[in-house]
């Protein structure tokens, strides 16, 4: 009898401390939680520091004459994951982001796309490995697409009529994910800001560099990382207007800019195509410099907007003296065709055509 009393007194006492122990894990763990929600609103405030107000820059527009060119033709101000807050590794992602993004002008955003709970989703990662993400949070994919059609082309915009290339780089090979895509991209994006039909499945193999400009104004350029080809015969593929990795268009890496082993070929791809520019994978957010990769010729540089550093600040300042977030290349990057001039008349005495030969005793032709 004693020893069955001592039985439950000890397992009464385990129970206690097991109980314990369940309660001090659920406190960590709010409190953990807790803490790195007040790490992200932060970070957070801390872009918003950065960035007290919109970019000083203007939409392109027809009366002004370095607006005339080709797309290929221009620099583009371009932020790269551009709902990060911070680093790529144990950080967020945060709508917040990407509304700055837009307020500085911003008009190529770059994305990771991930599956979570079999649905598309943004976040960021240090790395190229499709199961592994770095934020602890995600945005829904059609919530981001949202945030982009109401405040992208608003008044709020400092250039809201600039065309807004959106490049995804899709982290899973879940085939329904790029289906969903295109539903969201059909119900959260305003019809007359998607390219038609003529645009459709990678301009229809064509170069959208070759497009006037300002026949892109207002719209939505779809551009998607061609690595990851399994968009291809689903239904996102209609929606796709230009795929990096391909024929007409380079998706490059820092290393892959600055060490390129013939610059002269870059910068000759560069006049009749398009590339763009990341920084390299680190878990680490900061930026190289733009200007080596606009030497090049290189349109679009994505930037880490969330960490303003010297070269970012240079950035900056390229597109704000220009006033414009679409900036004319130098002539010497552009790709100018050069027309054969007129050829002057031809002298009939010169002629190598046939000609009557006459004298006293013959008659002929020569």
Do not use: W
Request: glycine fraction near 4%.
């Amino acid at each position: 009898m004693e020893s069955s009393t001592i039985n439950v007194s000890c397992n009464t006492q385990v129970g206690y401390i097991v109980y314990a122990f369940t309660v001090l894990i659920i406190i960590g763990v709010i409190v953990y939680v807790a803490l790195k929600s007040k790490e992200k609103e932060k970070d957070e405030d801390n872009m918003s520091d950065e960035y007290p107000s919109n970019a000083p820059l203007r939409s392109i527009s027809k009366q002004e004459a370095d607006c005339k060119y080709l797309f290929r033709d221009y620099y583009i101000k371009s932020a790269y994951n551009c709902c990060a807050v911070n680093k790529f590794k144990n950080s967020f992602v945060s709508k917040k982001a990407l509304k700055i993004c837009l307020a500085q002008g911003c008009r190529c955003l770059d994305f990771e796309i991930y599956s979570v709970d079999d649905k598309p989703v943004v976040a960021v990662s240090d790395k190229s490995d499709y199961n592994v993400k770095g934020t602890y949070n995600s945005i829904p994919f059609d919530e981001m697409l949202n945030i982009i059609n109401t405040n992208a082309f608003d008044s709020g915009c400092p250039n809201p009529n600039d065309p807004l290339v959106l490049h995804f780089r899709i982290k899973t090979n879940k085939s329904d994910i790029y289906d969903k895509m295109a539903s969201d991209i059909l119900a959260n994006i305003d019809n007359y800001r998607i390219l038609g039909p003529k645009f459709s499945y990678e301009f229809n193999g064509r170069n959208i560099g070759r497009v006037p400009l300002l026949l892109l104004t207002g719209k939505v350029i779809i551009a998607i990382d061609k690595t990851n080809s399994n968009y291809e015969g689903t239904k996102l593929d209609e929606y796709v207007n230009v795929a990096t990795n391909s024929v007409f268009a380079r998706g490059l890496r820092n290393y892959d800019v600055i060490y390129t082993p013939d610059f002269q070929e870059l910068i000759e791809f560069n006049r009749k195509n398009i590339t763009l520019s990341m920084p390299d994978l680190s878990s680490e957010n900061k930026n190289d410099k733009a200007a080596q990769h606009m030497a090049y010729g290189c349109q679009m540089v994505c930037m880490n907007m969330q960490n303003n550093d010297d070269n970012l600040k240079f950035y900056n300042s390229f597109f704000e003296d220009k006033g414009k977030a679409f900036v004319l290349k130098p002539e010497k990057l552009r790709f100018i065709q050069k027309l054969m001039e007129k050829p002057a008349t031809q002298d009939p005495k010169l002629s190598y055509g046939t000609r009557p030969v006459e004298a006293d005793y013959y008659s002929f032709n020569m």
